[in-house]
């Protein structure tokens, strides 16, 4: 079955630039979603089809994707965006998640 | 405003049953494709099953095939995950979830409910 490898966590500096990966076989030719999660809250999608933004994500938050690797990046990150990050494929008959990355804003 | 919220959870028994419920607001449920999904305590989300918006296609993890069964009344708006011969590792949150396209199989989540704590335990 189709695995999608994160970095468990990712620390970055309020106003600093977070990358968060999503490693996968080929990841370059899937599409790619992307969730944020905080504690006791429901997920929120934050980037759809690789690097489009749903309304109301601020443009701080952006996605790329190509060969093995997809890319999520927060941009001037603030306290706020601290949680638990999840990307997301189609493979095959089965929806699969990443093991997900905590940013911590330290 | 769209509104997913799930019921049904609760202790059970490993081998047995329990029934999910997710009852959907707010928007023409018929007309989406809806996906369950768990997440054990402190730990990452797992696809559960998907089926198509009226019915006709479903589809499983494979840890679950066999032993869940999605289904989906449209006159009442509401989704079901019935499962049997739960297990240990099934204990999780369940969370139902929309397709953001509508009729596709397979997209993005744009809303998903709260959830409903499943355990497994004697």
């Known amino acids: 079955s189709y695995v999608l490898t994160q970095p468990p966590s990712v620390s970055v500096a309020p106003g600093k630039t977070a990358r968060i990966t999503c490693g996968g076989n080929n990841i370059g030719i899937k599409s790619v979603h992307w969730y944020q999660q905080k504690p006791g809250q429901a997920p929120v999608l934050v980037i759809y089809?690789?690097?489009d933004r749903p309304s109301g994500i601020p443009e701080r938050f952006s996605g790329s994707n190509s060969g093995n690797t997809a890319t999520l990046t927060i941009s001037r990150v603030e306290a706020g965006d601290e949680a638990d990050y999840y990307c997301?494929?189609?493979?095959?008959?089965?929806?699969?998640f990443g093991g997900g990355t905590k940013l911590t804003v330290l | 405003q769209v509104q997913l919220v799930e019921s049904g959870g609760g202790v059970v028994q490993p081998g047995r049953s329990l029934r999910l419920s997710c009852a959907a607001s707010?928007?023409?449920?018929?007309?989406?494709?809806m996906h369950w999904v768990r997440q054990a305590p402190g730990k990452g989300l797992e696809w559960v099953a998907l089926?198509?918006?009226?019915?006709?296609?479903?589809y499983y993890e494979d840890s679950v095939k066999g032993r869940f069964t999605i289904s989906r009344d449209n006159s009442k708006n509401t989704l079901y995950l019935q499962m049997h011969s739960l297990r240990g590792d099934d204990t999780a949150v369940y969370s139902c979830a929309r397709v953001g396209e509508g009729q596709q199989l397979v997209s993005y989540f744009d809303y998903w409910g709260l959830g409903t704590l499943v355990t497994v335990s004697s």
């Open positions: 997301q494929v189609w493979d095959s008959i089965s929806m699969v």
């Open positions: 089809y690789d690097s």
């Open positions: 707010g928007f023409t449920f018929s007309s989406y494709t």
């Open positions: 089926i198509s918006y009226d019915g006709s296609n479903k």
